[in-house]
T-cell receptor, first 109, second 113 residues
Framework: GQNIDQPTEMTATEGAIVQINCTYQTSGFNGLFWYQQHAGEAPTFLSYNVLDGLEEKGRFSSFLSRSKGYSYLLLKELQMKDSASYLCAVRDNDYKLSFGAGTTVTVRA | IAGITQAPTSQILAAGRRMTLRCTQDMRHNAMYWYRQDLGLGLRLIHYSNTAGTTGKGEVPDGYSVSRANTDDFPLTLASAVPSQTSVYFC????????????FGPGTRLTVL
């Protein structure tokens, strides 16, 4: 199985940078995903890492270290619309996803 | 239809009743999934299907069954609902199991009393 840990809540100011950490212990690894979920809505895909390093996509970046079982999602130039839950998920060798409980990010003006 | 839809949007159900949650996608995706989302626990996989005619068990399959008669539809059935099945249920799809992104439906909020 998978054990995935991420902080429950984070608060940041509009325009700032926030880093959401995710650590995992897995019985198999075939990629790490980040999803965004606004309150009352469906999750939407943000990023995917399968190799070590940084993947940048606009204001969002995701980093992976497989040897450390560690990933982070970096949100730059925070906007009010970025207030949401961010879900870390690990895919196993059978291509099934296991999700962390999510990190609720609140952006303040 | 565009994308993935679920019905009903919400439902209150008496314990012991049978309930089927519907999921339909028009993207011709091969793989489909059912998750439940509970506060503090995140999304947990119930059942999945990697192509029409096949299904598999996820992390929490007990009390649930699925079928995949065609590519578009993937219904989830609770044979005899119990209060612990109160949750938000999300259906998702992807072109294949090995493809990166899963697309999620809007969810069904189910309350079992």
């Amino acid at each position: 199985g998978q054990n995935i840990d991420q902080p429950t809540e984070m608060t940041a100011t509009e325009g700032a940078i926030v880093q959401i950490n995710c650590t995992y212990q897995t019985s198999g690894f075939n990629g790490l995903f980040w999803y965004q979920q606004h309150a009352g809505e469906a999750p939407t895909f943000l990023s995917y890492n399968v190799l070590d390093g940084l993947e940048e996509k606009g204001r969002f970046s995701s980093f992976l270290s497989r040897s450390k079982g560690y990933s982070y999602l970096l949100l730059k130039e925070l906007q009010m619309k970025d207030s949401a839950s961010y879900l870390c998920a690990v895919r196993d060798n059978d291509y099934k996803l296991s999700f962390g409980a999510g990190t609720t990010v609140t952006v303040r003006a | 239809i565009a994308g993935i839809t679920q019905a009903p949007t919400s439902q209150i159900l008496a314990a012991g009743r049978r309930m089927t949650l519907r999921c339909t996608q028009d993207m011709r995706h091969n793989a489909m999934y059912w998750y439940r989302q509970d506060l503090g626990l995140g999304l947990r996989l119930i059942h999945y299907s990697n192509t029409a005619g096949t299904t598999g068990k996820g992390e929490v399959p007990d009390g649930y069954s699925v079928s995949r008669a065609n590519t578009d539809d993937f219904p989830l059935t609770l044979a005899s609902a119990v209060p612990s099945q109160t949750s938000v249920y999300f259906c998702a799809s992807s072109p294949g199991l090995e493809v990166d992104e899963q697309f999620f439906g809007p969810g069904t909020r189910l309350t079992v009393l």
